[in-house]
């Protein structure tokens, strides 16, 4: 799980998902999590469920690096975490190949999304967009997340919170350095 974190201007974890799929909820449930941790100045955070349009005219919103948070089947153990850089368009993902169902909007959709809608409002794509993707065990409809997923949620918390710089202590203010204890 190697990662540079973000350059510099302002960066947007959004958490995808259905909830009422089992473990395809799982990105929404990290960026809750995410939520009880200070983060840096410019970071956003934003549970996108399966508002995927939404999300999508979100990312062009002036945001340097975009991370998505969802549940990524890709064959591994479930709970397997994943940090998969998207931030290449993919061949065919141009004008025209992308379906306008809110229902299916999945993280692969958003990002073909994103150059018909740019084209149209003059949006500005993320320069970066990476994946935290947790390896699902059930989808199938209900609440609540598969034992081994609901343990990935930490690290996955952890994950995100290094990329954007989370994880390193605030500097020091010079009034703090000056002070002596009494």
């Known amino acids: ?10 960066t947007l974890i959004a958490g995808v998902g259905n909830i009422f799929l089992g473990d395809d909820g799982f990105g929404v449930e990290a960026v809750r999590a995410l939520g009880e941790h200070p ?38 153990e479930p709970g397997s975490l994943y940090l998969l850089d998207a931030s290449d368009p993919a061949d065919g993902q141009g004008p025209g190949s992308t379906p ?31 994946v935290v993707g947790c390896e699902p065990a059930d ?13 990935a949620v930490d690290e996955a918390v952890r994950i995100v919170l290094k990329l954007v710089g989370a994880d390193r202590p605030a500097p020091a203010t010079t009034t703090e350095r000056n002070t002596t204890p009494c």
């Open 139 to 151: 989808t199938a409809e209900g609440i609540g997340l598969s034992e081994p997923v609901a343990a």
């Open 100 to 130: 306008l169902d809110g229902h299916h909007m999945t993280p692969d959709a958003v990002l073909a999304l994103l150059g018909t809608l740019s084209a149209g409002t003059g949006g500005r794509r993320p320069e970066r967009v990476l």
């Open 1 to 10: 799980m190697n990662g540079d974190a973000p350059r510099t201007g302002r």
């Open 39 to 76: 983060l840096p100045e410019g970071v956003e955070v934003v549970d996108a469920g399966v508002r995927g349009v939404h999300l999508a005219y979100r990312m062009l919103d002036g945001y340097e690096t975009v991370l998505l948070v969802d549940a990524s089947a890709r064959g591994g």
